[in-house]
């Protein structure tokens, strides 16, 4: 079968909070035809391939007809008649199309849209699922779903620094009962919310925003409803945090302002003493960007001291991004990294990051974004990438639930080949 692409083009649709995206479409000559949606964060580091956005008064500015464009233009007149099967050549000859080195020219949300789509394409044209195509016959891992839980800093409007609280089930026999461990628990601490009077409203990422008295409450409300769902913390079920220490660091240098619980002003020796008091008392197995992405000896004494008990992750610090991550890994800044697509902007550069941390000994951890799309893409990724662990939201919100129950299917099809396992 010929799996010359034919045709790309692409159109502005909404994400999950209602803003503008990118989604890419591609028809091989072969004629399979395959689409993409592009996520857009939030909460996002200094160093990020840049979104192209329009500036204009549409949709406040945030408008990516631009974009759209230019994958409709430069990018289709760029690709239009080489093999879907050579993704590293299609993502290098748009990243060298482009000419920045953040992808600023044209919008790291126009040739991610394309990197994925032609994947999918490839692919479907191979007879292949998407994880069996890019991570090959031995992609049967399952990750371990981290589930954001409860919600706060720049994810929510409540008194909570700490962006994310997440359940992790490593202690169950299958990614199924996985799932199910913490959504039954997703749901008692709903009716723990609501029988104490605190909100059962949720974030952009499913989990719940309520008014808490102190960062700790928020731990002990999960730690409340783990039991209450029948579940031992700490070997059923443990808990990650992404501090997302960019949003309470106004100069991201090692100085901190726990603005919203009223904490207030700490240096970084003060934020690690607080961390160490938590993972003393709580079942912590994860802990995402513990401080901000600027403060480099933070990240090294906080590993030095805790890598060996849990997995420090860095996000903001590395986006997805090779160079970031050999500084890290030279620096022994952290034991892990998080793990985005549209961080870095195509699925290759993705690929190198993931690769990059394997050989390193590193952990690498696949995550969605606060702006979301029903697209599953990163589903079967991480089956293919072999990471172990993913975060991709709470048990409610359908582009959340899209990826749970894409890899509930993958689970099916492997027919008891898969395997689920913390480490």
Not at 303 to 321: A, C, H, L, S, Y
Not at 342 to 349: A, H, K, R
Not at 370 to 385: I, P
Request: some cysteine.
């Amino acid at each position: 079968m010929n799996s010359t692409i034919k045709n790309i083009s692409a159109l502005e649709i909404l994400d999950s909070r209602g803003n503008p995206t990118v989604r890419t479409y591609v028809i091989l000559e072969d004629g399979t035809k395959s689409f993409a949606s592009v996520p857009s964060g939030a909460s996002t580091g200094q160093n990020e391939a840049v979104e192209l956005r329009d500036g204009e008064k549409r949709y406040n500015g945030t408008g990516v007809q631009n974009a759209v464009n230019n994958v409709n233009t430069e990018i289709a007149s760029a690709l239009v008649g080489k093999d879907a099967s050579n993704q590293k050549d299609i993502d290098y000859t748009m990243i060298e199309l482009d000419g920045t080195n953040n992808k600023s020219r044209l919008g790291a949300n126009a040739i991610l849209g394309v990197s994925m789509a032609v994947a999918k394409a490839a692919a479907s044209s191979s007879k292949l699922p998407l994880y069996a195509y890019l991570g090959g016959a031995n992609a049967v891992r399952i990750p371990v779903p981290c589930m954001n839980i409860l919600n706060g800093g720049e994810h929510a409007d409540n008194s909570v620094d700490f962006q994310e609280f997440m359940l992790v089930p490593h202690g169950a026999p299958s990614f199924k009962e996985g799932l199910r461990y913490v959504a039954e628990t997703f749901h008692i601490l709903k009716g723990i919310l609501k029988s104490k009077g605190m909100a059962t409203s949720v974030g952009d990422e499913g989990g719940f925003a309520p008014n808490c008295a102190s960062n700790e409450e928020a731990i002990e409300l999960i730690i409340e409803a783990i039991k209450k769902a029948n579940y031992k913390p700490g070997i059923d079920m443990s808990i990650a945090i992404d501090s997302a220490a960019n949003s309470f660091s106004p100069n991201l240098d090692g100085n901190y302002d726990l603005i919203w619980s009223g904490l207030g002003k700490m240096k970084t020796a003060d934020l690690i003493e607080k961390s160490a008091e938590w993972l003393e008392k709580y079942p912590i197995i994860l802990w995402e960007d513990p401080v901000s992405e600027g403060d480099w000896e933070g990240y090294i004494t906080f590993t030095k001291r805790f890598g060996d008990k849990i997995e420090v992750v860095g996000d903001d610090n590395f986006v997805t991004n090779t160079k970031y991550i050999k500084k890290g890994i030279e620096m022994g800044a952290c034991n892990s990294a998080l793990i985005k697509l549209n961080q870095i902007g195509s699925v290759t550069e993705t690929i190198e990051a993931v690769r990059m941390c394997r050989e390193a000994g590193w952990r690498y951890f696949l995550s969605h974004r606060s702006g979301e799309t029903e697209d599953t893409f990163l589903a079967d990724f991480a089956v293919a990438m072999d990471g172990g662990h993913l975060k991709t939201g709470s048990a409610c919100r359908g582009e959340r639930i899209a990826k749970y129950n894409r890899l509930l299917e993958i689970e099916h099809e492997l027919k008891g080949r898969s395997e689920y396992r913390w480490k």
